[in-house]
């Protein structure tokens, strides 16, 4: 059957969103069946999968089953969700709650719904991808130390002072065991830093000519 717009529009939108799913092709030394073309062998769509660029492949993939077997289009989708949970848990990234919701929104703009796959069972186990960022809880000597140095930063020349604010955050990430790695592998405690610009905003005067004179004001 030839596809609408709508299916054609819908078929690319899912081949994005399946795309980090699984490879291609898996590497010649790992499990030949944990890809897109084991998936489709699996579901004895191997003849659809037509190889190279991954994306383009996928595409195709789904939109042949769905225009010559659509009654295994269902199990193709399974099949490749089947796969990728212990694939993505290997490689760190588990396929999430939201992940598999929005493939099912997905599927909803095809007419499919899979029972499996809106099991309440199966999404509750789920990681989420959405974690609520909780700011460290800290003593009141912590509280004390932290807004000492903070007011010591007061009487600096503002290059200087940029430089210590950092060294401080830096400092005291090290010695936190609640510490998340950046993008540039830099180890930054996210809690901490919210409690010290949380206290630095309370408990820091407003500067005005007084206390700027004073170094009271601090500014980055």
């Known amino acids: 059957m030839r ?14 969103h399946l795309y980090h799913f699984l490879p291609g092709q898996a590497h010649p030394y790992a499990d030949q069946s944990i890809s897109f073309q084991g998936a489709a062998n699996a579901t004895h769509l191997g003849q659809f999968w037509q190889g190279g660029s991954k994306q ?7 939109r042949a089953t769905l225009e010559d077997k659509v009654e295994s289009f269902c199990d193709l989708i399974n099949e490749i ?4 949970l212990p694939y993505r848990n290997n ?3 588990p396929v999430t709650r939201e992940d598999i919701r929005t493939l099912n929104d997905l599927l909803l703009k095809l007419n499919f719904k899979i029972p499996e796959l809106r099991n309440p069972k199966f999404l509750d186990g789920l990681p989420s991808a959405s974690k609520t960022v909780v700011a ?18 007061a009487g600096l020349a503002p290059q200087p002072r940029g430089y210590a604010f950092e060294e401080s955050i830096f400092s005291s990430s090290k010695a936190s065991s609640k510490a998340a790695r950046t993008s540039n592998g830099a180890r930054i405690n996210f809690g901490l830093f919210c409690n ?10 407003t500067p005005t000519s007084n206390s700027a004179s004073a170094g009271v004001g601090i500014t980055i």
């Open 196 to 205: 010290v610009l949380m206290i630095w905003v309370r408990d820091c005067p």
């Open 3 to 16: 596809l609408t717009l709508v299916q054609e529009q819908t078929i690319s939108e899912l081949g994005r």
């Open 136 to 153: 460290a809880a800290l003593s009141d000597a912590k509280r004390r130390e932290l807004l000492t140095q903070l007011q010591k930063l």
């Open 91 to 93: 490689k760190g990234s």
């Open 81 to 84: 969700v089947r796969k990728a």
């Open 56 to 62: 383009p492949a996928i595409v195709a993939l789904l």
